[in-house]
């Protein structure tokens, strides 16, 4: 089985930061497809517009995947993850999520989130392939 990768930037960084999270993937996990990668340039007072729009071009870029895996970068690459989640068409399984810096708050806002909405059924199953 083939992976598709999302690889969701920290805030501010640029597309060569998370470029180097992407081709790690690509260079040295069999099995992967291939890689999307988001950097999440933005302001932080629109966190949550920007939050959305960057999760909006995710979901159109895997929006016919049937398998992917997500490699989320710190707290803003979580919030953008909470948005893709919620957004993804039924077609889409997350097979796994790696938490890489995502600090204790938001590990429990997603958690939370998962006992009380639709992230329930979107991510049932999803392991934490890693949290770093």
């Not at 016919?64 to 710190?74: K, R």
Request: with cysteine; net charge positive.
């Amino acid at each position: 089985m083939s992976h598709t990768v999302v690889v969701i930037g920290f805030y501010g960084s640029k597309p060569r930061h998370v470029e180097k999270y992407a081709a790690i993937w690509k260079d040295m996990v069999p099995g992967v497809k291939r890689v999307v990668a988001n950097d999440c340039s933005g302001t932080l007072s629109l966190l949550t517009l920007g939050s959305h729009r960057d999760a909006k071009n995710i979901v159109s870029q895997i929006k016919d995947e049937s398998h992917v895996i997500f490699h989320v970068l710190s707290n803003r690459g979580m919030w953008v993850y909470l948005e893709v989640a919620r957004m993804l068409p039924s077609n889409v399984k997350i097979d796994g999520v790696v938490f890489d810096s995502c600090e204790f708050t938001s590990f429990g806002i997603w958690r939370n989130n998962l006992q009380t909405n639709r992230l329930t059924t979107r991510s049932r199953g999803a392991k934490a392939l890693a949290v770093l």
